[in-house]
C-alpha cells in the first residue's frame, strides 16, 4: 500500500473543562470528524460526551473506540493503527484539551511516523499556551517540564533545579500537576523558590471560574486562603 493509500490520523482537540459542550473546532475540521468511524481515546466516555455535540454522520454507538492512556503497551497501540493500514482515517483525542500534549496519544503519532502515516493536528485550546499568553512571562524562551515528582524532597530539589535554569536561561518554566497534588506543589514552591521569583497559576483555564494571576513569592506568600485542590492547574515561574 502507498502512502497515499493509508489513511490520515487526526488530532482532534476537546474542550479543556470536560463538562462543556461548546465547539472548539473550526468548521471545515469538524466537517472532517462528523464522518470519522474510527477513534482513539485516553477516555472513552469524555470522548463520547464531545462527540455527541457534533453533528455525526451516524450513531455514537456505531463508531469504533480504542483506549490508549497511561498503562497501553506498545503492541496494543500498534495494533490501534490497523483501520489506517486500511485506508481509514482515524481521530485522536484526550481527554482535556489538545491530544499528545503531555498525553500518552504522542505514542501513537510516533507510531504513525514510523509507518508514514499522514498526521494531521487541528486547531484547538492547549491550557499550556494559553497559560503563558496570559502570564506576562517570558513568551519567547520556554520549557515545558510536564509533571514534577510526586515525592515531596524530589520535587523540591526539582523546583530548585528549574528557578536556577530560569535564572540562568531567561526562560519561562512550565509544569502540570494532578489536581489532588495541586496545594502540596503550591506550598512548596511558596516555601523553596525566592521571594523576587515570578509565578503564575492558572485555575481552571476556559471555564467559567477561569482565574491566571501572576505575582511573586512574596506577595502569593499573603494570599493564605488560595485553594487550589481538585482544580486543573498549570503553574509557569520565571526567575
Not at 468511524?37 to 469504533?64: C, M, S, W
Not at 471560574?209 to 492547574?233: G, V
Request: net charge negative; glycine share 4%; charged share 25%.
Amino acid at each position: 500500500m502507498t502512502d497515499k493509500e493509508k489513511g490520515c490520523l487526526y488530532l482532534i482537540p476537546v474542550p479543556i473543562d470536560q463538562s462543556s459542550k461548546e465547539p472548539v473546532l473550526l468548521e471545515k475540521h469538524q466537517k472532517i470528524v462528523e464522518y470519522l468511524d474510527y477513534f482513539v481515546v485516553e477516555n472513552e466516555k469524555t470522548a463520547r460526551f464531545h462527540l455527541g455535540a457534533l453533528n455525526l454522520h451516524k450513531p455514537i454507538h456505531q463508531l469504533h473506540f480504542e483506549v490508549l492512556d497511561k498503562s497501553s503497551t506498545q503492541e496494543e497501540i500498534k495494533d490501534f493503527l490497523a483501520p489506517l493500514f486500511r485506508g481509514s482515517n482515524i481521530g485522536l483525542l484526550s481527554e482535556s484539551g489538545s491530544p499528545a500534549v503531555a498525553d500518552p496519544g504522542a505514542k501513537m503519532v510516533a507510531l504513525a511516523h514510523q509507518n508514514n502515516i499522514k498526521v494531521i493536528p487541528m486547531t484547538g485550546p492547549s491550557s499550556i499556551l494559553l497559560a503563558l499568553m496570559a502570564s506576562g512571562l517570558n513568551g519567547q524562551q520556554f520549557k515545558f517540564h510536564g509533571y514534577l515528582p510526586s515525592e515531596k524532597n524530589e520535587r523540591i530539589k526539582k523546583i530548585i533545579l528549574i528557578e536556577n535554569e530560569s535564572r540562568k536561561n531567561n526562560e519561562t518554566q512550565i509544569f502540570i500537576e494532578t489536581p489532588y497534588r495541586n496545594q502540596h506543589v503550591f506550598n512548596d514552591l511558596i516555601e523553596t523558590l525566592k521571594e523576587q521569583t515570578q509565578l503564575c497559576i492558572g485555575l481552571d483555564i476556559t471555564s467559567e471560574n477561569e482565574s491566571i494571576h501572576t505575582k511573586n513569592i512574596r506577595d502569593w506568600k499573603k494570599e493564605i486562603a488560595i485553594d487550589l485542590k481538585n482544580k486543573p492547574c498549570v503553574f509557569l515561574l520565571q526567575s
